[in-house]
């Protein structure tokens, strides 16, 4: 079975912080998402990753970077945290031409 | 562009009612169509998905058909249960190469109550 993990279920951070949300896949996938979800508006594509070291912007990339450093690791980077940053963050991978895998989610509250 | 719109929620059934929830895309080309489930407190699973029109996928007693003409593909299931209560999202693929993200519709929450 394919796993994706997420770092945290739950982040609570303030305001200025600098946050980072970790992702791993243990099935060699070449492409990794990062996706947010908020009510109303479904899930929206940050950034993804179609091998190591690559990252090309998604639909909302603003306020966000991304590192891709092992073909296992996709992090999501907040420079700095702002309220309007509050939200559902879900990891995904793939291997080419096959399904996206989600992990469980991170719950990120800003204050 | 691409875009998907979802029929809005949340939707309340009785147990043993039939369930429809109503997806349609706007897409380039010929997308990959799929039907994913976020059950309480959990991440997204692929329910079912097509990648070509009229084939129709299937899983756990769900279906959906994919309509190039009516560009739909909406979930439909003959009797829902309590365990169906969840959120469901439609999205469409517009590639199978490299990358090849998903884009997403709003979510229909489904109530099934006893």
């Known amino acids: 079975d394919v796993k994706v993990t997420q770092s945290s279920r739950y982040l609570v951070k303030r305001t200025g912080e600098k946050v980072f949300l970790e992702c791993v896949q243990d099935m060699d996938h070449e492409n990794m998402f990062w996706y947010r979800q908020d009510p109303g508006l479904g899930l929206r594509l940050i950034y993804f990753s179609y091998d190591v070291k690559m990252k090309e912007k998604g639909d909302i990339p603003e306020g966000y970077s991304v590192s891709r450093e092992k073909k296992e690791r996709f992090s999501l980077i907040l420079e700095s945290a702002s309220t309007n940053q509050t939200s559902m963050y879900l990891c995904a991978s793939r291997r080419t031409g096959e399904t996206q895998y989600f992990g469980p989610g991170t719950r990120l509250l800003v204050l | 562009g691409n875009s998907v719109t979802q029929m809005e929620g949340p939707v309340t059934l009785s147990e043993e009612a039939f369930l429809t929830i109503n997806c349609t895309y706007t897409?380039?080309?010929?997308?990959?169509l799929f039907w994913y489930v976020q059950y309480p407190g959990e991440g997204l699973q692929l329910l079912l998905k097509?990648?070509?029109?009229?084939d129709k996928g299937s899983n756990k007693g769900f279906e959906a058909t994919y309509r190039k003409e009516t560009t739909s593909f909406h979930l439909e299931k003959g009797s829902v249960q309590v365990s169906d209560s969840a959120v469901y999202f439609c999205?469409?693929?517009?590639?199978?190469?490299?990358?090849?993200?998903?884009?997403f519709g709003q979510g229909t929450e489904l109530s099934v109550k006893p």
């Open positions: 097509a990648t070509k029109a009229d």
């Open positions: 897409a380039t080309g010929y997308p990959s």
């Open positions: 999205a469409l693929s517009p590639y199978a190469g490299q990358g090849g993200k998903l884009i």
